[in-house]
């Protein structure tokens, strides 16, 4: 006979994801993975994983959410956000992995030329690491 699963968000609640969830005030885990965020991301051309995927390495503890250059990408403009139908701020969990990226001594991906970023969120990052 089978054993039974029992899940519960203590049980599958990684420290990264908690991490993450007190300095963005954003419950990581209320994303159900629908991708209306990526869809009208104005900047997931330029992002190596889109906002759902972050948010989904996120959910499943996977630090290497941290080396991503979509976190510094994202310009927070919100247009996420406003189109989750569960009100995930994802900018501002954008900002937390930038925070988590910066406290572990990860640097932000460069800018590549073959590749160029929307002067938006070149700005954006700018303004995210002026001191």
């Given at each position: ?14 420290p990264f994801a ?100 929307p002067q938006i ?11």
């Amino acid at each position: 006979m089978a054993s039974e699963l029992r899940l519960s968000r203590a049980g599958l609640e990684a420290p990264f994801a908690r991490r993450v969830e007190e300095l963005s005030g954003e419950n990581p885990y209320a994303c159900y993975q629908c991708g209306k965020c990526s869809a009208g991301c104005p900047f997931a051309d330029h992002m190596d994983a889109l906002p759902n995927q972050v948010l989904r390495l996120v959910q499943l503890g996977d630090e290497s959410a941290l080396s991503l250059s979509a976190p510094w990408v994202c310009a927070s403009c919100h247009a996420c956000g406003v189109r989750c139908p569960k009100g995930v701020d994802i900018a501002r969990t954008m900002e937390a992995l930038r925070v988590l990226a910066l406290r572990k001594g990860i640097t932000p991906a460069p800018v590549r030329p073959d590749r160029p970023y929307p002067q938006i969120a070149l700005i954006g990052a700018y303004r995210k690491l002026t001191p």
